[in-house]
């Protein structure tokens, strides 16, 4: 807020209920950067509000969250743009058009890179809530536990009820990318994951090493997905970011606004690009969307969020369940033995009165 005054000389607004600002008619649209169980309901509260949304990613913190904020912004004819900036780099842009135009053949395979340093933290005990902090508000929609200093400033990543672990966390963009270089537009139809924590003996939930493999047979496409402790080697000078390969060569792209591609039996060089400014571009983007009261010229609308993300949830189920699962990508349900276990982690119990709605 500071810096704001500072740079444009005109006051803001400080609000620890975020409802309040949803009150405001002056108010157009909402940026929403909060932890990921709070997602869903600000995004559809704002619709209803009338308000457009930028929602950071992941989109939601379940699979079900997705369809329902879908269904908000279709009804209340909101831009809900999900925060994956790499949709609107110009170098990623055109890595894409590469595999349509068919630069390295038949795109068969992607893979996601999180080579992320995530260090110990401890177990910081039960603490009271600082006083500025309104920890029922901060819970939401989530059960209100006793409170420590691991829950929140970064590490509720790390905790089920609050966030999904690193595939849902820096993995989102990886994901998106997995899927829209792949072209495929559903979620997959067999899923195993296997990792664990390895590394700390900490209070983290979440593992810390996985590694997911997300089949579509019908389209003979397979995503592979990995999460791993930073102090390990780099692929293809990617640590972060994605690897697409074809039949004639492939293409590494790496962080949010760089591409190299390889062809032949011998990598012979082919094209690449980098180029910096997506965040703005995306933003922009929004902004473009929102003028126009137009969706269709979103780069990141909140169908492409709801599938990346519950790529990520898919992955997570397997993992927290211990075994390969079979999904219905129509239906977004779980099929097959022990469907019924898996189907039940599809959403959650939501805490009153942070409920999510039946009928947005």
Known sequence: AGEFETKYGKKVK?????????????????????PNHWHALQTIWACQAGKDVYVEKPATHN????????????????I??????????????EAIQHLRNGLIGRVYMARGLVFRWRPDIGD??????????????????????????????YNWHWHWNYGNGDVANQG??????????????????????????????????????????????????????????????????AGVGNIFYGDKGYLVVKGY??????????????????????????????FDAIRARDMSIQNGPVQTGHLASSLAHLGNISYRLG?????????????????????????????APYLLPEVV
């Open 323 to 351: 075994r390969q699962l079979e999904f219905d990508p129509v239906a977004e349900r779980f099929i097959g033995e022990g469907e019924s276990e898996a189907n039940a982690m599809i959403s959650r119990d939501y805490r």
């Open 80 to 93: 809900v743009q999900h925060g994956v900036q790499l949709r609107s780099s110009v170098a990623i842009r």
């Open 63 to 78: 699979i079900y969250e997705g369809r329902k904020m879908i269904e908000a912004a279709y009804k209340y004819n909101r």
């Open 172 to 237: 989102v963009h990886e994901t998106d990318l997995c899927m829209w270089g792949l072209g495929v537009n559903k979620l997959p139809e067999k899923i195993t994951s296997l990792g664990g924590k390895f590394l700390w003996d900490d209070c983290k939930e979440v593992p810390e090493i996985l590694t997911s493999v997300y089949h579509y047979p019908k389209e003979k496409r397979i995503i592979q997905f990995e999460v791993r402790n930073w102090c390990t080697n780099f692929e293809d000078g």
């Open 124 to 153: 910081k005990g039960i603490s009271q809530p600082p006083a500025g902090l309104n920890y029922d508000l901060w819970c939401g929609p989530a059960p209100m536990v006793p409170f420590t200093r691991n829950l929140v400033h």
């Open 257 to 286: 606004g760089t591409y190299e591609s390889y062809l032949g039996e011998n990598r012979e060089k082919g094209p690449s690009r980098s180029e910096t400014g997506e965040l703005t571009l995306h933003f922009q983007n929004w």
């Open 14 to 34: 400080i609000e620890q209920d975020f409802r309040k600002t949803y009150e405001e008619r002056n108010i157009d649209a909402v940026t929403i950067a909060t």
